[in-house]
T-cell receptor
Framework: GAVVSQHPSRVICKSGTSVKIECRSL??????MFWYRQFPKQSLMLMAT?????????EQGVEKDKFLINHASLTLSTLTVTSAHPEDSSFYIC??????????FGPGTRLLVL | GENVGLHLPTLSVQEGDNSIINCAYSNSASDYFIWYKQESGKGPQFIIDIRSNMDKRQGQRVTVLLNKTVKHLSLQIAATQPGDSAVYFC?????????????FGQGTTLQVKP
């Protein structure tokens, strides 16, 4: 299957700071990228969908000004958690799709906000 | 949201036995389904997929069955091994669009006893 990377794999930050997570498709062009968050022992919750060069589409209840998504190229999307708070602590996962329906996922980023 | 924050059900099997993991989906318009495996602290890994015009598909040691009448999907793992221990999610593409937006099931934890 296709390979997606995420960086960083783990980040600890202070409350009020912003954190940027990168998602890269390494061996395919991801025309669409998806961002999910996952709490312990729960399923993946879709946060937003982004197409290269377009504004992201956010799911209901997800604050677009808090979770900034940029999809500037076919191989890179970034998620910035602005003014992070402890309740934002979670496992963030990106998925990439290259025009087909199958979505391939990154290894995830563990965010801990103190 | 689409997913409910329920704790994941657990299936415990003996090494070497066959495992059957079940999933119910809600939208009869869904036409593409995927099974993912997620190990602790990692992103979901593609296992196998099936389209709605099929009722069975086989891979290496895995078989997916689709029953559209009762909107039920199952994943069968033959000769389960300790490395199969993980959380398994079914996911569906709703509708016939190519947006690739996946809706995840709640997941099942598979524990393999040696």
């Amino acid at each position: 299957g296709a390979v997606v990377s995420q960086h960083p794999s783990r980040v600890i930050c202070k409350s009020g700071t912003s954190v940027k997570i990168e998602c890269r498709s390494l061996d395919f062009q991801a025309t669409t990228m998806f961002w999910y968050r996952q709490f312990p022992k729960q399923s993946l919750m879709l946060m937003a969908t982004s197409n290269e060069g377009s504004k992201a589409t956010y799911e209901q209840g997800v604050e677009k000004d808090k979770f900034l998504i940029n999809h500037a190229s076919l191989t890179l999307s970034t998620l910035t958690v602005t003014s992070a708070h402890p309740e934002d602590s979670s496992f963030y996962i990106c998925g990439g799709a290259g025009g087909q329906e199958t979505q391939y996922f990154g290894p995830g980023t563990r965010l801990l906000v103190l | 949201g689409e997913n409910v924050g329920l704790h994941l059900p657990t299936l415990s099997v003996q090494e070497g036995d066959n495992s059957i993991i079940n999933c119910a989906y809600s939208n009869s318009a869904s036409d593409y389904f995927i099974w993912y495996k997620q190990e602790s602290g990692k992103g979901p890994q593609f296992i196998i997929d099936i389209r709605s015009n099929m009722d069975k598909r086989q891979g290496q040691r895995v078989t997916v069955l689709l029953n559209k009448t009762v909107k039920h999907l199952s994943l069968q793992i033959a000769a389960t091994q300790p490395g199969d221990s993980a959380v398994y999610f079914c996911a569906e593409i709703r509708g016939s669009s190519n947006t690739g937006k996946l809706i995840f099931g709640q997941g099942t934890t598979l524990q393999v006893k040696p």
